[in-house]
């Protein structure tokens, strides 16, 4: 999986936006993309995920500032992050993971979101 951020950097103002997007070649169907995260000192957590079937979900704490959405067609996962805060900043992952056979989990390397106060 790759992972990139519009506009290049991951390094906004607090109350700014940021639009992350993951590219994952060669899925299968059935498999659900999300976007987790990892703060410095912390466990990586869930932010927001979109089965094959267009079904998303969300970490109950982002409080409606994420919006993620997926198109099938390219296989890319896309996070608008809106209203950024401090406490948004971590490394973000993509994820691909598939729970039918062939089974499988990927993650991209990860890509660094700072928001300065």
């Known amino acids: 999986l790759m992972c990139s951020c519009r506009p290049g950097g991951g390094l906004v103002p607090a109350g700014g936006s940021l639009r992350l997007s993951c590219a994952a070649s060669?899925?299968?169907?059935?498999?659900?993309l999300a976007w987790y995260r990892q703060a410095p000192g912390k466990q990586r957590e869930f932010v927001a995920s979109?089965?094959?079937?267009?079904?998303?979900d969300y970490a109950s704490s982002l409080e409606g500032r994420f919006t993620v959405s997926r198109h099938n067609a390219k296989n890319t996962l896309d996070l608008q992050m809106n209203g950024l805060r401090p406490e948004d900043t971590a490394v973000y992952y993509c994820r691909a993971q598939r729970k039918v056979t062939p089974v499988y989990t990927y993650w991209g390397k990860g890509t660094q979101v700072t928001v300065s106060s």
């Open positions: 060669g899925i299968l169907g059935a498999t659900t």
């Open positions: 979109v089965t094959s079937g267009g079904i998303a």
